[in-house]
């Protein structure tokens, strides 16, 4: 205030300069948590629409094309019966359209399976789970141990039983596709309200700074949509990894009791 001196006069600017700021920069980051938070919504209804429409073709594909591929198969056999026992090449070939048609059914099956596990709707996740590990041990020849929650596991809401399924089969792909083990464990605890997923293998590892640093074309997308799925729900998402360590997957979820 004493104008004569100046330098005063130039702190009170400066104060207001100050305090502006602050109020600016604190609009600036309430924006950006909004945005973040807009975002972060709208890659979970994506999520949702997306596995919801899996769901539809899933249902549609195994119930209709599949149905109509077993009527086919009965029309054949009936045919078939009508065809004289001494016709053998009409009836060797229509074997070979049964075959046919049996692999197709198995072919949709697969499909539909992977689009949308009906198990999951039917049985829960529990029994998702080991199905999924016994196939793909069957499928990779790779031991899986497949750890269900000591008691009875109650269902979870749909989208997180879905979110943890997902994480599961892509860990179970990077297993099969880089880790180069001989053994994995997929764990499904339940305990004070949080559900927990590990799934560790014993294959070479990897360095996550290294793969994190990878540019974006070879990025690869598996890593970031299990945390995404993890995180949209509220989960936790953690890898622990290095060279000749193994790989381990923990997602932890905050569950109603
Ligand atoms: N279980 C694993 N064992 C060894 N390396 C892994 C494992 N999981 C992931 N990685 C490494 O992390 C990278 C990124 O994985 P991901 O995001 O799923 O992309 P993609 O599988 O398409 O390469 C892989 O390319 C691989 O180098
Ligand atoms: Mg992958």
Redesign the pocket.
């Known amino acids: 205030m004493k104008d004569t001196a100046g330098i005063p006069v130039a702190f009170v600017g400066i104060a207001r300069d100050i305090t502006e700021q602050k109020n600016l920069r604190r609009a600036l980051e309430e924006t950006a948590r909004q945005r973040n938070e807009d975002l972060q919504r709208f890659a979970v209804s994506v999520q949702r629409v997306q596995e919801e429409e899996r769901r539809r073709i899933a249902r549609e594909l195994h119930d209709d094309l599949g149905q109509q591929l077993s009527g086919m198969k009965f029309n054949i056999e009936v045919f078939e019966d009508s065809i004289p026992e001494t016709d053998k090449q009409t009836r060797s070939k229509l074997e070979k359209f049964m075959w046919q048609i049996d692999s197709m059914i198995t072919e949709i099956r697969r499909i539909s399976a992977n689009l949308h596990p009906a198990v999951l709707d039917d049985f829960g996740l529990v029994i998702a789970l080991q199905i999924l590990c016994e196939e793909f041990q069957r499928m990779q020849l790779i031991k899986i141990n497949f750890e269900p929650p000591p008691q009875t596991a109650a269902r979870h809401d749909p989208h997180v039983e879905i979110a943890l399924y997902r994480v599961v089969q ?2 179970l ?3 099969a ?5 001989s053994a994995a464990t997929v764990r499904l605890g339940q305990k004070d309200g949080t559900v927990s997923l590990v799934i560790e ?1 014993d ?4 360095d996550l700074e290294t ?1 994190h640093a990878r540019k974006d074309v070879d ?6 949509s ?1 945390r995404e799925r993890s995180e949209d729900l509220g989960g936790k998402f953690r890898i622990e ?1 290095g060279p000749t360590k ?2 381990k997957i923990i997602v932890e979820f905050p569950v109603r009791q």
């Open positions: 892509e860990a792909s990077n297993i596709k880089h880790a180069g083990a293998d294959g070479k590892g990897f793969v990025r690869g997308l598996g890593l970031i299990m990894s193994g790989t």
